[in-house]
């Protein structure tokens, strides 16, 4: 496995869930972080566990919906890390609701988060990748490989999602750039228990995937030697008779 010792990870997200889990698996591999979200505090608390084991963390205070941030995030980037070799992409929101009752405006909100945000961010970043000969990667969802109802906006984003990664790929791959994508299952984060919530279903963590398991796939991924390269990774929680 290659060494991850020393490089920069930017991680969306980064303030719960898969983003934190994935953050501080990074720092434990001596990474140095730049961890975004929208309530610095959170992420400052992320960020004292993190500077136990990486040389270096800095949080940025941003909205990914809102392009001035994402251009005043680069030029921070360009200041405080002199390159860029991993961008995780954890961030997004997620809604419930019948096709026939959603509204316009909440897929446009999950749109602009799901889909235009991560878009704008990775186009920003990715001459910093490029130069680097970095890694992207996407954390999706498992919705799009089993399809049910009341998620079907959710579920259009994911799909896009996943299209903006796949051609990506295509793209970059020539300039030594690896892009994966990442579609876990239910994972005890916060968010799920919003989900368990929505879905008048009791909430037990403990049989569900755990953020951190989802970061060691990560983590593993990204350490491969450079003779290959992990595009889909799918993860569900292994539940024991």
């Known amino acids: ?32 972080l730049c961890l975004l979200g929208r309530n610095l505090e959170t992420l400052q608390i992320v960020a004292a566990i993190a500077k136990e084991t990486s040389p270096k963390v800095v949080c940025y205070a941003i909205d990914l919906m809102v392009d001035e941030d994402i251009s005043k995030l680069q030029t921070s980037l360009e200041r405080d890390f002199e390159q860029v070799d991993q961008l995780i992409l954890s961030a997004g929101m997620f809604s419930m609701g019948t096709f026939q009752k959603s509204s316009v405006q909440d897929f446009d909100l999950l749109y602009r988060a799901n889909v235009r945000a991560p878009y704008i961010l990775t186009q920003t970043l990715l001459p910093m990748l490029l130069s680097s000969q970095g890694q992207i990667l996407f954390i999706n969802s498992s919705v799009i490989m089993s399809p049910r109802a009341n998620v079907g906006l959710f579920a259009a984003t994911q799909h896009a999602l996943k299209a903006i990664a796949d051609t990506l790929r295509i793209e970059v791959n020539a300039d030594q750039v690896r892009v994966m994508s990442v579609f876990p299952g239910r994972t005890a984060t916060p968010r799920q228990a919003i989900i368990h919530e929505m879905e008048g279903k009791p909430y037990y963590p403990e049989r569900l995937m755990q953020p951190e398991d989802v970061a060691a796939v990560v983590i593993n991924a990204l350490s491969l030697p450079r003779t290959a390269e992990v595009t889909d990774i799918s993860l569900r929680p292994f539940v024991k008779p």
């Not at 060494?3 to 990474?31: C, N, P």
Request: glycine share 18%.
């Open 1 to 32: 496995m290659v060494t991850l010792i020393g490089q920069v990870a930017v991680v969306t997200g980064a303030s719960s869930g898969i983003g934190r889990a994935i953050a501080l698996g990074l720092a434990a591999q001596g990474v140095q």
